[in-house]
């Protein structure tokens, strides 16, 4: 679909004015939603809210410090309400331009409307589009990604323990959406595979140096990462800042008080509840504040899933294995009890999990395990160089366990699971 040309207002941060937008001689933001957004663009001081101009002259340096038509900047767009909980982040051409829609989500049977960008070259050539729009034909899903857990850089001494496995898995990890063509120059168009999720405990105690070298870790992907929170991660509120704030850019649905989001790919729906599906600790483990992770689930389903029926993937730290419900306390019968009761008329396909590290050639019983008749996969851990690579198709979830060992590539490890989709 090529963007439609609206005549509208254009000013620089100079002052200077501009009748129309003319294709080449400026960028724009343009809003064709019902909702209100802001955005601002990077490098540059340009910024728009609604009812304020929308276009800057590409010449500008204040706007566009390079003063090339065809320079790459990134665009950040929020909706102005906290109700619409939307935010994206996307490359936008410093010649051309980046519009919000609204689609219809009416024939999946989801009343919410939802928005997306997209952004075209000068010479109206398309760029990307965020991937939060349905958009999507029957017959034609195709998710792709990738899912590890417990990177944990420190061990519980303050050691360096686990450097050389996490950052063996994350590189790697992030090598193979580099190699699917979503780089930071094609964001989302033609990528392959879509993202990679970390199932929490980014962090052994919180530390600023830790954060940094996850960071480093996932350093080229950034944008593709839906990390949350563990157990070990709440030593300080350091990573849960860091969730809090940096995800609010790549998800479409996002609490403004507490690190939960979603997103969509194709038509799947993707919710990160961080440590576990709770409104409140487990008694054993007070200090551990799930952050109303459950009631955040509740309402999100119901506003951007609904009756539609269509898949649902959960991701939370805690999982089902001995150790996640064991004599620890991490979280209770009762607590999961009450998670079952808020999913059970939802088509949950799979739940991905953390906490408990396996070993690349741990027994397929071990990381993969059906909890009221949900198939469940521990994708921990990181740091024992573990890493799940899952596909989603119309017929079938399929998902195979990656290790990679000390002075060995990536292989393949055990047997696939495939999980049947209708």
Excluded at 254 to 279: E, I, K
Excluded at 399 to 421: F, L
Aim: aromatic share 10%.
């Amino acid at each position: 679909m090529r963007p439609i040309r609206v005549a509208m207002i254009a000013a620089c941060a100079t002052g200077l004015l501009a009748l129309s937008w003319v294709p080449g001689f400026s960028f724009c933001v343009s809003n064709r939603s019902g909702v209100g957004i802001t955005a601002r663009v990077s490098p540059g001081d340009f910024k728009y809210s609604p009812g304020k101009p929308e276009c800057c002259n590409y010449k500008n340096t204040d706007c566009n410090p390079s003063d090339q038509r065809e320079a790459t900047l990134e665009v950040w767009i929020d909706s102005a309400d906290s109700d619409s909980h939307f935010s994206a982040i996307l490359p936008l051409q410093a010649g051309g331009q980046a519009t919000v829609h609204q689609e219809d989500r009416g024939p999946l049977g989801v009343n919410r409307q939802n928005l997306y960008v997209e952004s075209w070259t000068w010479n109206s050539k398309f760029i990307a589009r965020t991937h939060y729009g349905i958009g999507a034909k029957k017959g034609e899903r195709d998710v792709h990604f990738l899912v590890t857990g417990d990177p944990q850089y420190y061990d519980d001494w303050g050691n360096q323990k686990n450097m050389k496995e996490s950052d063996a898995v994350l590189r790697e990890m992030v090598a193979r959406i580099g190699a699917s063509s979503c780089d930071s120059s094609h964001y989302l168009a033609g990528c392959k595979i879509r993202g990679m999720i970390v199932a929490g405990d980014l962090t052994q105690q919180g530390k600023s140096s830790e954060l940094d070298w996850y960071r480093d870790g996932i350093k080229g992907a950034v944008r593709f990462a839906y990390d949350g929170l563990g157990n070990h991660d709440y030593e300080t509120n350091r990573v849960k800042d860091f969730v809090l704030e940096d995800r609010r850019r790549s998800t479409v649905a996002t609490s403004a008080r507490a690190p939960h989001y979603s997103w969509d790919w194709h038509d799947v729906h993707f919710v990160q509840l961080n440590l576990f599906p709770g409104n409140e600790p487990s008694p054993a483990q007070p200090g551990l504040n799930p952050y109303g992770s459950l009631d955040f689930l509740r309402r999100d389903l119901q506003d951007h899933v609904g009756g539609s029926g269509r898949p649902v993937i959960l991701i939370h730290h805690y999982g089902f294995d001995p150790f996640s419900k064991g004599n620890e306390g991490w979280w209770t019968e009762d607590q999961r009890n009450r998670y079952g009761g808020v999913i059970a008329n939802y088509n949950v396909k799979a739940i991905f999990t953390g906490h408990n590290h396996l070993n690349p050639d741990s027994s397929n019983d071990q990381w993969h395990l059906v909890w009221k008749g949900i198939d469940t996969f521990n994708s921990a851990a990181t740091l024992n160089g573990v890493f799940l690579d899952v596909q989603i198709t119309e017929d079938t979830l399929r998902v195979q366990r990656w290790g990679i060992k000390p002075g060995e590539g990536a292989r393949r490890y055990g047997d696939p699971v495939t999980v049947r989709m209708r």
